[in-house]
């Protein structure tokens, strides 16, 4: 592949990027599927986590996996900031996989 077409599609990707951060951001739309829209990005992210984390994984693996989600939304649940959540959900699942 050319170095022309990376260039040429990573300046297209940013482009359509700004322009939905710049433009689409100011356009007030009013349909009865804004609610939806707004809740989105929230199922897509669920739906990622479950994917990843219950996919192809033996059972051990999957019990560490369940431990640190079950850490991370009792972290959620306390208002922890993003990054104290995704920590100690990590510590959890690699603390638990380090003893299996």
Request: charged share 10%.
């Amino acid at each position: 592949m050319s170095w022309w077409i990376i260039i040429v599609m990573a300046g297209a990707a940013y482009g359509f990027k700004l322009f939905g951060l710049e433009v689409l951001s100011r356009v007030a739309l009013k349909s009865p599927f804004d609610s939806v829209a707004q809740l989105l990005p929230v199922a897509l992210f669920a739906s990622i986590i479950v994917q990843q984390s219950f996919g192809s994984a033996g059972s051990e693996v999957m019990g560490t996996r369940v431990a640190g989600i079950a850490a991370g939304a009792v972290a959620v649940w306390r208002k922890a900031p993003l990054l104290v959540v995704i920590a100690l959900a990590a510590a959890t699942s690699a603390s638990l996989r380090r003893l299996v």
